[in-house]
């Protein structure tokens, strides 16, 4: 077990101080009035097709979502996090992390981008900005694993330019971070690992945002 975690088994999920920003987006919470753009993400078929949104996806639903996300954090279950426009605050995708496995250090993320404002780096920027956090803030996960369905290859594209490596193709569920043989998804499971002491990954983010 790690040092930072609590006693529960689950980690005290804190968010990012001060905000992660990348160029002109900026990481933070949801909040009430992102309801209705939520519920827009959630009725495009690219995101309703590669990310686990929930049943009955309208606004209220996304407003309860919403609402949830401070239980998610104080139970340990999932940090989600939206990335919005520094300029005029309009919701950009999202990012986030789940399945959290306090023995291996190591926790799952995930991302979507709005329809709207795909193919300028957004996801890339968002990936990579809570990756480094996830291994160097107070979390200091050792491993991030991304599992990516092969017929996406925009969101492999994706882990790939956030700089994670391609474990492998898994017959199976990846669970809180590590695999499980006792499913038959296809996946295409990438993995982020914590960079050895003291060095950082100081390559040029591929933020075009
Ligand atoms: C996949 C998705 C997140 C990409 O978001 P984005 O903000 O447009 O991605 P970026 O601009 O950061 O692009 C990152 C890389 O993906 C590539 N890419 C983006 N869209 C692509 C597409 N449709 N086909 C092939 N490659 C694509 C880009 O060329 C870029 O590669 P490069 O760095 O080698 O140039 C977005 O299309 C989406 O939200 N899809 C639906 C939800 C989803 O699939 N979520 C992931 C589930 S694992």
New binding site residues.
Partial sequence: MIGNWGSTGRPRLVLPDPPLQVGALVLRPWEAGDRDALAA?WA?P??A???AVPDGRGPKVAARWIAGGCRRRDEGLALDLVGVSVEDGRV??EVGLSAFDVERGAARI??????S???????????RALTGWAHGGPLALWAVV????PA???????????GYELLGEVQGQLSGGSMTDSGTIDRLAFVSRRPACGVTDERES???V
């Avoid at 991304?146 to 369905?149: C, G, L, N, S, T």
């Fill in positions: 993400a495009d690219e995101v097709q590669w990310t950009l995708g995930g991302w979507w981008t709005a329809a404002e795909r193919g300028r780096g957004v996801a890339t920027a968002m990936v991304a599992e990516v369905d996406n290859p925009a969101s492999a594209a994706v882990a790939r330019a956030a591929a933020a075009r």
